[in-house]
């Protein structure tokens, strides 16, 4: 159940207007970014964990009239591979669904899209999405991507967590994906899978759903 100590619109709003990296000299994120969720999270069964938003798109996963990616993966996976009947984001949400970027901003190189760098990874993570998994305590969080690890590590870390078969996270992603760890946020645990970005381009997009289903299992839904 969401926490009633916090107010999820007050989490919102701090992130659209958060100018912490521009404060810390981290002039390749491009913040403040006003592409928060659109609807707030209730009784999540399992949080998808992302990497960040797009560059020079004004849209991502909560906006449905765009054609987003990320979305069309997520929900392609949870249809095809799980049977899941969900085309919207309604249907995502009343499913015990919902996902966050690890990072809220996206970062530029050069004038394109790259990766955040650790510093801002840890920056935005204990940040932003410290309060919104303190907000949310999911059942069970999916992992997606590099970023989101990244993230998730440096967060039990802030949280002092100690996590359980935490030796089996590997030292690459490869090796860390569909690994099951758990942890305590506040007075709940909860698990935790480890798998890859869903983009079909991965000759591995379709175990990302056997990683799924794996967390399924483990939280008995």
């Not at 992130?15 to 970014?33: G, L, M, W």
């Not at 592409?35 to 906006?63: D, G, H, M, Q």
């Not at 840890?122 to 999405?129: G, R, S, T």
């Not at 690459?172 to 970005?197: D, F, H, P, Q």
Request: net charge positive; proline share 5%; glycine share 4%.
């Amino acid at each position: 159940m969401p926490n009633s100590n916090t107010n999820w619109q007050e989490i919102e709003t701090e992130i659209r207007c958060c100018t912490n990296c521009r404060e810390h000299d981290f002039f390749a994120v491009k913040s403040p970014d006003e592409r928060v969720p659109t609807s707030e999270p209730k009784n999540v069964k399992i949080l998808f964990v992302s990497e960040a938003p797009p560059l020079n798109t004004r849209y991502y996963f909560f906006y449905e009239n765009s054609n987003d990616r990320l979305r069309n993966s997520v929900f392609e996976l949870l249809r095809g591979d799980l049977g899941y009947e969900i085309s919207t984001i309604n249907d995502f949400i009343a499913a015990g669904f919902y996902l966050l970027p690890t990072v809220k901003c996206p970062s530029a190189k050069d004038g394109r899209n790259t990766a955040p760098t650790k510093s801002v990874i840890k920056l935005c993570a204990v940040q932003h999405l410290k309060r919104e998994l303190e907000h949310i305590q999911p059942d069970g969080i999916c992992l997606l991507g590099r970023t989101a690890l990244q993230g998730f590590l440096i967060l039990c870390e802030s949280w002092g967590a100690e996590v359980q078969n935490s030796r089996e996270v590997g030292r690459t992603l490869s090796e860390a994906a569909g690994k099951v760890l758990e942890m305590r946020v506040k007075a709940k645990k909860i698990k935790v899978v480890i798998s890859y970005w869903p983009t079909k381009r991965h000759r591995k997009f379709h175990e990302i759903s056997k990683h799924i289903k794996i967390l399924l299992d483990e939280i008995d839904i």
